[in-house]
């Protein structure tokens, strides 16, 4: 090679240095070998993260750029490689998480034949990323990365796929490290539409019974100091989304925490009762929602959103304005004032009162027992990571989150073994921060293997396993609407979990008695040598609520036990 020329592996690595990339999480294969070769040639600075598992990597960059903002990296080999990143590709797309995803391919000659670990990734994976690329030549890597990223970020963030077939990252790269993209019909965002701002205003000026639907949107646009701005001027209710929570205080007098199937029976009464909804950066999803042609009949529906497919998709707003939120919101503000919602907020207050989140003092060791005890010891200053399940809903229900960016969870995916892995790339991403890791038995056990990755690094992560013995959301919906019939769910046989850390190198603390919660939190709090676990045997068959049955009108939510038989639901998990 001349002077001016370098490798395929080596045009990458520049160009993830370009866009500022520090972590690099996957593991190695045939395929991927010119680019982990010049990881070391290149003397890089970016530092390569060898998980597990290639799911494990995904969740990784997931957990790290929810922590920060920025585009999490993974690299895999082909075949079985790509394959195994597909779940973690589909989370990140689902939630709106910026991802760029380098897997490795057959040589170029061998596409199509059936080569040795080849798989069609390009085609899976195109309906659970923003884009896909194939690179088929050296030249482009310089290109195609520049515009991976940039389309990664922009206006509506997710998860791009470059496919790398192992002779182009061998091969000789002659073009410019700083290459110009080429995306003349990409147009992520468009200046807000000053009508239909004003239209908002207006709507708002007549509303006595307004309600603020806060979501994940907002948090990617950086809205919350605008959003509290705009709630305070107007003295209008709020709530978040369950992937929002962050967005808006969640200790603020106007704070009525999320809604939908396990959220708070205030914020749910709020949308039954209200005269004006407004969804800013919430795309109405079907948790949110019950049942959709029932869903705030008699409110005027205004939805804000970067995402033009989203306007209209589950409810037809009476107005709308596609744009970014914090953009949106700042103009909003400038034209509307105080609101006559004195009633309003006194009655919420009230409901806020009669309805409070709660658990039984009594009995056995309970998840909300932890999770609240943990809330308060941390003063809700935590980076906060969940798994999926009871314990997640109970873990957004009882940690109140005030601060952008510190509530991870895969929501739209509901991703079982997201939990351990996105803590580590959480950790990785806000080093001086504390993260605490919440999953259950059953998703703890499926990304398990990643708590090496965490000992390696020395990362003090505290990860909590609330074990039930039970696959816990299955069993409550089996006994709710199945006459208890369970099937499935029975987690017999699970492994000594403090044994199981102290074989990975790792502190553990068993917890079994409510009167011994503030004790074992207290010593995995001030263990900061590395990781730590605490296995918490928890109540076997808890339920969570408040809760509505999926398919059912928020009207409809059930704050406890009911005492007659339910119907099956006709709407999913």
């Not at 982990?36 to 960059?61: S, Y």
């Not at 899976?124 to 890597?141: C, F, G, Q, W």
């Not at 970020?153 to 073009?175: E, F, M, T, Y």
């Amino acid at each position: 090679m001349s002077k001016n020329e370098i490798s395929g592996g080596e045009a990458i690595v520049r160009a993830l240095e370009n866009e500022g990339v520090e972590y690099l999480f996957g593991i190695s294969g045939g395929s991927v070998i010119p680019i982990f070769d010049a990881i070391v040639t290149t003397k890089t600075k970016i530092k390569m993260v060898l998980t597990r598992h290639e799911q494990g990597a995904t969740h990784m960059a997931d957990g790290y750029a929810r922590a920060t903002g920025k585009p999490g990296v993974v690299l895999v080999t082909s075949g079985p490689g790509a394959t195994n990143a597909l779940t973690g590709m589909m989370t990140a797309h689902m939630d709106s998480v910026p991802m760029v995803v380098m897997t490795g391919q057959s040589i170029r000659p061998m596409l199509g034949k059936d080569a040795f670990q080849e798989a069609d990734i390009f085609g899976m994976a195109m309906p659970v990323v923003k884009h896909s690329y194939l690179v088929r030549e050296t030249n482009d890597i310089p290109r195609i990365f520049h515009e991976a990223f940039h389309i990664s970020a922009s206006g509506r963030p997710g998860p791009v796929l470059i496919d790398i077939p192992k002779d182009v990252s061998a091969g000789v790269c002659s073009q410019d490290a700083r290459a110009d993209m080429d995306l003349p019909g990409y147009k992520p965002q468009v200046p807000p539409d000053h009508e239909a701002i004003m239209q908002m205003a207006e709507a708002l000026s007549k509303s006595r019974r307004p309600v603020l639907l806060v979501g994940h949107g907002a948090l990617i646009s950086g809205a919350a100091a605008q959003v509290r701005a705009f709630a305070e001027k107007m003295n209008a209710p709020v709530m978040t989304t369950f992937l929002g929570k962050g967005a808006f205080p969640e200790t603020h007098a106007l704070s009525l925490g999320w809604p939908g199937m396990h959220g708070t029976a205030y914020a749910n009464k709020a949308l039954c009762e209200c005269d004006l909804v407004m969804s800013i950066g919430c795309r109405f999803d079907d948790r949110i929602l019950g049942r959709q042609d029932l869903f705030c009949q008699k409110a005027v529906k205004l939805h804000v959103d970067i995402d033009p497919a989203e306007i209209g998709k589950m409810i037809q707003p009476d107005v709308h304005c596609v744009g970014d939120a914090r953009e949106v919101i700042e103009e909003l503000t400038k034209h509307v004032g105080r609101l006559n919602t004195e009633e309003w907020v006194e009655h919420l207050a009230n409901y806020k009162k009669n309805f409070p989140l709660k658990y039984r003092k009594t009995g056995g060791l309970k998840m909300q027992h932890v999770i609240d005890e943990l809330y308060r010891m941390t003063q809700g200053r935590a980076v906060v990571v969940t798994d999926v399940g009871q314990h997640q809903m109970w873990a957004g229900q009882f940690y109140r989150t005030d601060y952008p960016d510190n509530w991870i969870s895969s929501g739209g995916a509901g991703t079982m073994g997201f939990g351990v892995p996105a803590a580590v790339g959480a950790q990785f991403g806000r080093p001086n921060d504390l993260v605490v890791c919440i999953s259950g038995d059953g998703g703890f056990q499926m990304m398990n293997q990643e708590l090496t990755t965490a000992v390696i690094h020395k990362l003090p992560i505290k990860f909590f396993v609330m074990n039930n013995h039970y696959l816990g959301m299955v069993r409550q919906w089996q006994e709710l609407f199945y006459e208890d019939r369970k099937s499935g769910v029975d987690l017999e046989g699970n492994p000594d979990f403090v044994k199981m850390a102290e074989a990975y190198g790792m502190k553990g603390f068993n917890l079994k008695r409510p009167g011994d919660v503030k004790r074992i939190l207290k010593k995995a709090l001030d263990y900061n040598e590395g990781p730590c676990l605490v296995n918490a045997e928890v109540e076997k068959t808890d339920n969570v609520f408040p809760m509505v049955p999926a398919g059912k009108p928020l009207e409809d939510m059930l704050i406890a036990r009911p005492r007659h038989k339910l119907d099956k639901p006709t709407g999913s998990t």
